[in-house]
């Protein structure tokens, strides 16, 4: 069965797995959404049995239809390599009532290099396979972390290019150094003048120049982008899904069959989105908890069915969910509007044009029962990590205690005593300052990697 993707806004374009890759974001600003998600029709105890590499090629193959074996292999042995430093890739700690699925053993400490590590291979591939000549190279905007998971990422990938660009005072001293001191030939990063939205602008401006496209062209390069929105990234976060069920059965943790819970700390809604897709795989996937921080535009939607993006904006001890426009959700909203690209063009341009969108309460219950939504305020988030180092000895960063908070939560709100997998998406020597005052030990001379 082949597997096309097509845009949430224009059911007229429809693209190979290789083309949507390559694209990205659909010319209408629609995202690419698989036409159905396959069957995962591989016994579990089977996967259970097989390595990352394997399972990741498995779950992968399933949705890139149009790689060959040895294309998908080739990408996949490339990325999750000797970069990550367990050979399990994202190993399963169980810890205070729950498994804690690590995606911080790659190359920058979080879980972006779970995506961003083979990205760069599925792009070089897919451009080989659509007949590109050019080099392909990456505009990035970043506020900080984002920026080196990707130069990590693309850092010597022949026939690629990276330019990262930066606010020039707008990230931490370490995460400007972490960006400066990239290693590789093909890797480039400015500083520069303004803020995040304006770099962001400017790498719009610049992807949208068709003068400058074709003046590109001729010296033989095109533009592309790895933001989160790519289906390149999306597709191989499902694989550590399918792995961590797989395992948690191969080591009897759970019986066949049982139904697990999941519960991500959640920013743009990828990482959750593809514990769904698992799920729709058909991983027994009960509820998938989406944890919010003190920027709770998701939590407010899942209890009222209204994304509403007007609001303040707070800045947390858990920067990479601070965030009011959820990317990803366009493509749960697009699910849940019966896959009609004109209705979700319509929710859309109610967001754009008037700062929030009614999907209906009603409709949310009836569609996606699956998922649960709330948060953590900044004290709660900080009695979490605590709490986990004080009963268990295991610390986790500031990200992942908020999604072991709204856990707590989600137990006390609804009884469920299911087997819950957390997903833990940093580091907490990531976080060190945070971590530390949280756990009662102040440091004023360490600071977060991530601090604004
Ligand atoms: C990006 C990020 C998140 C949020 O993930 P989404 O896929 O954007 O929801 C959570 N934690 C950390 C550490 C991250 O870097």
Redesign the pocket.
Known sequence: MEVKYVSTRNKDDVKTASQAILQGLAKDGGLYVPTEIPKLDIPMEKLGEMTYQEVAYEVMSRFFTDFTEEELKCCINSAYDSKFDTEEIAPLVKAHGAYYLELFHGKTI???DMALSILPYLMVTSAKKNQVKNDIVILTATSG?TGKAALAGFADVPGTKIIVFYPKDGVSPIQKQQMVTQTGENTFVVGIDGNFDDAQTGVKKMFNDSELAKELDEAGYQFSSAN?INIGRLIPQVVYYVSAYARLLHNEAIQPGEEINVA?????????LAAYYAKQMGVPIDRLICASNSNRVLYDFFSTGNYDRQREFQLTM?P??D?LI?S?LERLIYRILDNDPAKTKAAYQALNEEGSTDIGKELLSVKVPDFYGNFASEDETKATIKAVYEDTGYVI?T?TAVAAAVYEKYKADTKDTKTTVIAS??SPYKFTRSVMQAIGQDHPELSDTSAR
């Open positions: 979080a879980f972006k972390d989160s991500v700390p959640t920013g743009n809604f990828g990482n959750i858990s990479s969910m965030i959820s990803n960063d990200h998406t940093a």
